[in-house]
């Protein structure tokens, strides 16, 4: 009875210290990831201009564009669509639009509004929109497709460039 006894406490140590062992090990490589890649806090541009003074929400964003005289510009995106962070890539990596970005009252959602105005042709994404200080969608500044006119391709910077000063000539002679 006593061998029998003295045979479980010798395996219930040999358990322990084999648990012991692969916590430990496992502690070490959380530690090792996590001093490797620091996680950055996620700033308000999402990845999408990080020198860019980017708004927080949609209701600030009509405010700071009706109140500073400047053209808005809505980007709805998601984080897991390919598409979307195709186009981040190019937008943040285009030197000209990151430029003329800086005239514009700045948003990026990743969340549908409750305002219809901002899906006037459904909701998509990535699709950007243009709002002058007026709080008007301008419906005259689209992309290239006729059956989502608010969408914008990686390949369609140079469009987007274009629409982009287009926003701010029309604010000169309109507005």
Known sequence: ????????????????????KDAAKKETKETKETTAKPKLPQTLSRGWGDQLIWTQTYEEALFRSKHSNKPL????????????????????????????????ILLNLVYETTDKNLAPDGQYVPRILFID?????????????????????????????????????LLKTEL
């Open 73 to 104: 510009m809505i980007i709805h995106h998601l984080d897991d669509c390919p598409h979307s962070q195709a186009l981040k890539k190019a937008f943040a990596e285009n030197k000209d639009v990151q430029k003329l970005a800086e005239k514009f």
């Open 1 to 20: 009875m006593e061998k029998s006894y003295m045979s479980m406490f010798l395996l219930l140590i040999a358990i322990s210290c084999a648990l012991a």
């Open 133 to 169: 200080p007026s709080l008007t969608v301008r419906a005259d500044i689209t992309g290239r497709y006729s059956n989502r006119l608010y969408a914008y391709e990686p390949t369609d910077i140079s469009l987007l460039h274009s629409n982009m000063q287009k926003a701010l000539k």
